[in-house]
């Protein structure tokens, strides 16, 4: 079973989310192999839920607030989306982390609200240019595990990590396969020594039909986070396609 999580990010607003949702609908997809959950917008989670219930297709939020409710304009909870019936949520997504400023503490309280509210965290990991260019690529993800799991309980609730360097989020340039692996390997290790239960290792960025395969052929790589490639019906279907042939 190979999860596949489509990011639509900002790039559809609540009508292209909606025709989006219903096109890949009416597709006939062998889900038997996949576990397929779309992440959209914050205003188009609950209808896309509402859409997708009759089939196994899971819908996640991009991020959440770590408090449950109060006085947050602008805020959405974990416990919110968890109630409209998401099933994952997206964590510390480098766009969060550097474009909207979230610090690994940020991160930290945000994982915690998602176990609490029952959402099942993505806890997305990953180098900048600067950090892979002077070998620190180990200590940036160790450092930022380190942080977010920092006094953290699973109780009982699956986790599971997106590694997605930032170098290579939407800018076409993939991380190479086997150095996806050597570092879904080293996040395997470097979760085991938190957490007894296994938590699935992803990748992202600029994951397309012409590379998708390629991360998928070793166990250690569990699935996929598809950004840009997810956001167009014919693009993704490509890399469905790929998937529901291996
Ligand atoms: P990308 O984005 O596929 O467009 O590179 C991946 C992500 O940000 O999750």
Redesign the pocket.
Known sequence: MKHIFA?WKMYLDFDETMILTNQLLQEDFNLEKINLAFFPNALSCSEVIKAVQDSPIEVGAQTVNWTPRGAYTGGTSAEFYKNVGCKYALVG?SERRYVFGESDEDTHKKLSACLDAGLTPVLCIGETKEDREEGKTEYRLKKQLMKAFENLELGGNELIIAY?PVW???TGDACLPDEVFKIAKFITNEVKQYFEAYAPVLY????KAENVVSYLSQDIVAGV?????STKLDTFLAVIKEIENL
């Open positions: 990011n997504h997605e290579a989020i939407g992202g960025g600029s994951v986070l598809v950004g840009g490639a």
